[in-house]
């Protein structure tokens, strides 16, 4: 691609708040004209991105430039940028036309001009007829009209949207996401959109960027990454998918759910462990033995307005969430299919837990700020060691006094047949947990490990 | 950047240090012996033992003052919190006109100057020929008081559940016991710096205590004060007795602030 | 128990009777000679008597001048206390509002003392700067909670569409703190008019403001003129009232 195509470019950009991370070495282009949307949950480091984007931060490390020309140390009011804030930010000492002519009236735009653009910002909003009026009085989607119009009046480069439908209700959401979509269309200016709801950034973008824990996770157009989200966190976060671990038995064939299934991909190796995402509507019923792979028991269906979502048992014990247009009742025996091409396998990003740890002692060995007891046999204390212990051996426990660390449960991914979690540790590391138990988001929770569960090895020191 | 950072702090200082010069200077002179404020005559801490000890001039009528000022203040600000909260819980759930004119009233003895307080509450006191003593200072200290209680209380109930109230009575709790269990602790903290605002108010007053005190020589701090200047020499024990209750208002006020920011914190 | 909304009636009814009475009477004894009668003497007396309308003209620009000495040194100090990046510390506002709880009579008679020492002419000099730093906080204070309080994002979206950091705060900031500086205005102005043993103890009794005047009459048994000067005040208070909007409920609420 041409690089003149590209108006924005970020290269190797970082960012920290004390000693948290929030962004980490983010690279990407913004094509000139598109819709590019910055996807994630809260506190993933989209906003912190949209700031230095816009100015209001500097980053610690890397450089972002705007057609072509580094635009470190701009300071934002120099920048052809503009934003639409969260919650809007409207001045509440100013009127609408006063609010919206801010901008021109700083770059001394004379007075008749600024009377013509801001009608046609006005028409092109459909706010027309309120220029005299109190911003205080409008409504949540009457605000937001008019700070998109206080934005786009000065003709900015790239505009700048921080969550701006977060504060509406869903119905004005829904018309708003035509309208924003209509009005991008028409002024032909890219936008940098930041949101995290999923289903705003598939209606509304050419491009989503999926960012989780200050990492680009995937960036792609809608239909690439809900089709082929390249690890468990895009997928699980990107519309409904049963994600199940597998294991690639070789080239094009894998086995989950206790079959094997033909499939599109490969180069993952033999025998290699994988995640495998099948979308819910994926999952094909059928009246044909020789058509079905496997069968399954019907537990729940609910109607969702346009399909059935039904949650089945498999006849290996998986549970599986599908969509279709017909109902299943619960209880009914069914028979079950998947096509090929709508299985997305993925490399496991880790097969288990491993950290950097000493031994302290005789049968004592720190890792996670903590000293476990596990066997040393064949290391002498102050050893470097790398310890391993498997997802399925740390135990989770509701109360602290045998644990030998505390954390709390940050991500939770069902896999069929049990919980994958994520557990951020009061060390500030993270433990991974395959569970049958339930626990929520953000529980408390001890965490323990047999000394017979941790493994050691040595440690290549470098030097 | 850098720049207007150390303009600011030293601006900041300044401000400070001219702020704190009455104060400071005061907290000096308290130790050394000589009568009047600007005179050294070499450190000594004969006005504090004199000041605990009750050795000195004037002595029971300081110590009265001191008793006074702070009973008035006690006294006055326990009964502005109570009246003050229960007040906010009403004006809270009044409507309309009812609860615009309940503000109005409570703005009207805040917005008026402490001079026209004291005069007021004087002439109404003369007209019902109340004699003038330790209740109408007490009654005076607690109409400027309560607004402010009840400003303080009413923001903490706009971020009250409105229906903890009724789960409270849901869950078989009586009228009484709801107010005590569940409203109150929500209140709480906007009724402690309501009652602490009335009594560092209440102990600081003079004009409005001035006006009501009657004539039967009771006096506070303040008016001790005020007569003691007019006659011209100020009785030296009050300097170390002000750097006290300095220091012990600092104290207070440091620890609050500590512990706000650090429940702000946890947030 | 009843409807909580009856919860008010007690207070109501204090605030009849110490409150709305009080001010009643000042407007029927001003209009009263000293036997009951109703009379507009009072009145005339004062608008007649150059020693009072002298003493209150003189109020009103000490009044001014001290408010706008508190502005001008208030305004950046709460300015640096509300900005984040300048000032991270709440202790330091703390600081700022301690002395307001120092009993003031004593602060005073410590500035003027102060004054002495270094050899200033006790005067007006001395009584506005007496002034000010008595009234300081009382007007930081109220400027800096409008400010803190203030979304960020507003001084951000005017730099976002253009807006050096000196139109940031003339064409915003300015605007948008001006509540503040308001009941900043409302606690220092007519306290200023009205005090009477400050400015005395300030200037060796060489100056009287207005509120001396009130109080000696009101203690020489003169309570009907004492009265009628009282409801000029009161006149005043309600005209800045309604000018300014009362904006003070608002910035002292939760002043500890």
Known sequence: MAQDERIINIEHLSKSFGDKKVLDDINLYVRRGEFLTLLGPSGCGKTTLLRMIAGFLQPDEGVITLDGRNIEGIPPHKRPLNTVFQRYALFPHLDVYDNIAFGLKLRKTPEDEIDRRIRKVLKLVAMSDYEDRDVETLSGGQQQRIAIARAIVNQPKVLLLDEPLAALDLKMRKDMQIELKEMHRKLGITFIYVTHDQEEALTLSDTIVVINEGKIQQAGTPADIYNEPVNSFVADFIGESNILNGTMIRDKEVSFIGHDFKCVDSGFGEDMPVDVVIRPEDIYFTDSDTKAQFTATVKSCTFKGVHYEMFVDTDKGYELMIQDYDAYEAGEEVKLYIKPGDIQVMRKERTENTYEGSVVADGKVEFLDTEFECSTEGFAPGDKVLVSVAFKKVDLLDHDDEAATVGNVEFILYKGDHYHLTVRTESGEKIWVDTNDIWDKNDYVGIRILPKDIRLTKLQENG | MKASRVISKAYLWLVLIILYAPIAFIAVFSFTEAKSLGNWTGFSTALYRNLFTGSMQNSSALLSALENTLLIALIASLVATMLGTVAAIGIFNLKGKKKATMNFLNNIPMINPDIITGVSLFLLFVFLHISQGYTTVILAHITFCTPYVVLNVLPKLSQLNPNIYEAALDLGATPMQALRKVLVPALRPGMISGFILSFTMSLDDFAVTFFTRGTIGLDTLSTYIYADARKGGLTPELKPLMTIIFLIILAVLLIINMRQSKSSDKQ | ?256
Request: with cysteine.
């Open chain 3, 1 to 256: 128990m009843g409807k909580r909304s009856n919860w008010a009636l007690p207070y109501f009814i204090f605030l009849v009777l110490f409150v709305v009475l009080p001010l009643l009477l000042i407007v029927v004894y001003a209009l009263q000679d000293g036997s009951g009668h109703f009379t507009l003497a009072n009145i005339a007396k004062f608008f007649s008597d150059g020693d009072s309308l002298g003493t209150f003209a003189l109020s009103i620009e000490v009044a001014i001048e001290n408010t706008l000495l508190c502005i001008l040194i208030g305004y950046p100090a709460a300015y640096i206390l509300a900005d984040k990046s300048l000032n991270r510390s709440a202790v330091t506002v703390v600081l700022f509002i301690l002395p307001m709880w120092v009993n003031a009579l004593m602060r005073t008679l410590a500035t003027a003392e102060l004054f002495t020492m270094a050899g200033i002419q006790l005067g007006k000099g001395t009584l506005l700067f007496g002034m000010c730093y008595d009234y300081l906080p009382f007007m930081i204070y109220p400027i800096y909670n409008v400010l803190d309080k203030m979304d960020k994002s507003y001084a951000e979206a005017a730099q976002d569409l253009g807006a050096t950091p000196g139109e940031v705060f003339r064409k915003i900031t300015l605007p948008l703190s001006m509540p503040g500086v308001m009941s900043g205005v409302m606690m220092v102005f007519m306290p200023t008019v009205s005090t009477f043993a400050i400015s005395e103890f300030l200037t060796n009794n060489k100056i009287k403001l207005f509120g001396t005047i009130i109080q000696e009459n009101i203690n020489n048994s003169m309570w009907n003129y004492g009265a009628a000067l009282s409801l000029i005040m009161l006149v005043i208070i309600g005209i800045t009232t309604v000018l300014q909007g009362d904006n003070k409920q608002e910035a002292m609420g939760g002043a500890v």
